[in-house]
């Protein structure tokens, strides 16, 4: 007697149970073997997270899908599928609309989701998650054995329970549980978004951020700008002894420097015009917790000097005050400046800097973490799709290769703002509830890097493109931003402005390219005080 479809497939899962394999291996071969059991066009496994559902393996789905977050509140098919205790099927003609529409893999014209079947995952009495199962032929799932679902959403469970215990017995699954909570968490309670990344620059990231959490350093955050470094900061402080302290967050390049110290030690009334009333700084707001000082690179020197006493010995100063006053505050300090360029030009305290720095902290660039940007992507897909209530759209393979293939200068943050001006467009092109997929075009992404400036240089002929296309650009850039440095007098930072690019990133592409940055007259340098 043959086994049946079903048997043939548990018995593999069965034996994989006792098999060391990663957690995303256990899921993936369970989905296939649902597959196999249950032909569809795409299947997902979530995990409830409070409330929000998140894909933990999906086939058949667009990459970007596992960075999505859906919110069982916003998705009435999830909620169902999670109140019900048994299998669900939804009719093709049902109205409530789906959550995956547009992100099977399917091929143009062939978008929306038909049929569709859930099962919800109980560990321990308690609801984990869900199986969901969706294809785009209709008729798909009509005879379908729902007690073959169920019992298969039973072992999932079972293998889901195996995996976590194992995992809890590994120190990465402890880490990653911890920052799980981690991500969804800032000071007195706010919601953050989440450190999202599968890449091995990112699990790297994760590791320094748990070595480094609970201990006492001063950490020195550094990166481009737009990487996420404020991201950073908060995982540090929520992972911290200091968590249930507050953290108090000061942008140093925000404020004018007359302000800059008042704002950091507080002052007494009548300190300056305008101080009517005593006020104490941020350091005493974080006493017992964390301060952050983004771009922290702009502080005055002056300034500088006051700070570095505070990291020596905990005594501060208010403006105006002779009264010492103690505090107990961790130093969490960011910058998108090579802080050590910045001492040799004497614009930075060597002192300070090596204070700050007992443990750096490198946030890496988008362009450097691989598919991680396609899993942002779908993350601010779905964010901006519920704000702005448009349809769930998908990437096309066309967009999703562009965004593989695009440099990112801007980072994190350049691609959440094109992600929400194509939703802005797709919203105003086409009205109709009906999902559809963002093509390349959709990402405009050839505008962002076609900047048109006065005077630039003739793109290099095909002549120039013998060392392949790298070398092509950056001839390019080393003559654009020669030109440009010649126009400007050797300001690197008009020269900034000028090319739309942020200083530090101009002076990393400066050395790398091997061009000379000519050093500031003496009256564009910023006093010593």
Request: hydrophobic letters at 40%; one cysteine or more.
């Amino acid at each position: 007697m043959n086994p049946s479809p079903l048997l043939t497939a548990l018995l593999p899962l069965l034996d994989d149970l006792s098999r060391d394999l990663p957690q995303a291996e256990h899921y993936r071969r369970l989905l296939l073997a649902l597959r196999s059991c249950l032909p569809c066009d795409a299947l997902a496994l979530l995990r409830l997270e409070g409330d929000l559902l998140v894909p933990v393996a999906v086939l058949g789905f667009s990459p970007d899908t596992l960075g999505r977050r859906f919110r069982v509140a916003d998705q009435p098919r999830l909620a169902q599928i999670l109140a019900n205790q048994g299998a669900t099927r939804f009719a093709a003609d049902c109205d409530l609309p789906d959550p995956y529409d547009g992100l099977v893999e399917s091929t143009p014209g062939r978008l929306q989701v038909h049929d569709c079947l859930g099962c919800p995952l109980y560990i321990d009495d308690r609801p984990w998650g869900l199986l969901t199962l969706d294809s785009l032929d209709p008729a798909r799932f009509g005879q379908i054995d729902l007690p073959t679902l169920e019992a298969f959403t039973r072992l999932a469970a079972a293998t889901v329970k195996a995996c976590e215990r194992m995992d809890r017995l590994a120190k990465q699954a402890a880490t990653d549980r911890r920052l799980a909570e981690t991500w969804r968490q800032v000071a007195h309670g706010t919601p953050t978004r989440e450190l999202i990344g599968a890449s091995e620059a990112h699990r790297r990231l994760l590791q320094e951020i748990e070595l480094v959490a609970k201990s006492h350093l001063t950490v020195l955050i550094t990166g481009e700008t737009g990487v996420g470094k404020e991201l950073v900061a908060q995982a540090l402080h929520q992972q911290s002894d200091r968590r249930h302290k507050p953290m108090i967050s000061l942008n140093c390049a925000a404020l004018p420097e007359s302000l800059v110290e008042s704002e950091l030690f507080g002052h007494v009334r009548g300190a300056f015009s305008g101080a009517t009333g005593a006020r104490g700084g941020k350091f005493e707001l974080a006493d017992g917790g964390t301060l952050f000082l983004d771009e922290v690179g702009e502080l005055p020197l002056t300034v500088q000097a006051k700070l570095l006493r505070v990291l020596q010995n905990g005594q501060l100063q208010r403006l105006g005050s002779d009264q010492q006053r103690h505090v107990d505050v961790r130093i969490i300090a960011a910058t998108n400046r090579d802080l050590a360029e910045e001492v040799r030009a004497g614009r930075f305290r060597a002192d300070l800097y090596h204070r700050l720095g007992a443990y750096p902290l490198h946030v890496p660039a988008l362009r450097d973490r691989g598919q991680d940007v396609l899993l942002l992507a779908g993350y601010f897909l779905e964010q901006g799709r519920i704000r702005m209530q448009v349809p769930t759209l998908g990437l096309s393979r066309a967009a999703r290769d562009a965004m593989l293939a695009y440099d990112w200068p801007g980072n994190v943050r350049e691609l959440e703002h094109l992600i929400n001006r194509a939703l802005l467009r797709a919203r105003a092109k086409d009205a109709s509830p009906s999902p559809r997929q963002l093509c390349a075009a959709d990402l405009d992404l050839a505008a962002n890097t076609s900047q048109t400036i006065v005077g630039e240089p003739a793109p290099p002929g095909p002549g120039s493109a013998h060392g392949g296309l790298r070398h092509a650009v950056d001839e390019y850039q080393r003559q654009l931003i020669e030109s440009m440095l010649a126009h400007h007098e050797g300001n690197l930072s008009a020269t900034a402005r000028a090319l739309r690019i942020d200083r530090g990133n101009l002076h990393r592409l400066t050395r790398r390219l091997g061009l000379a940055t000519p050093a500031r007259p003496p009256h564009q340098r910023r006093r010593s005080g």
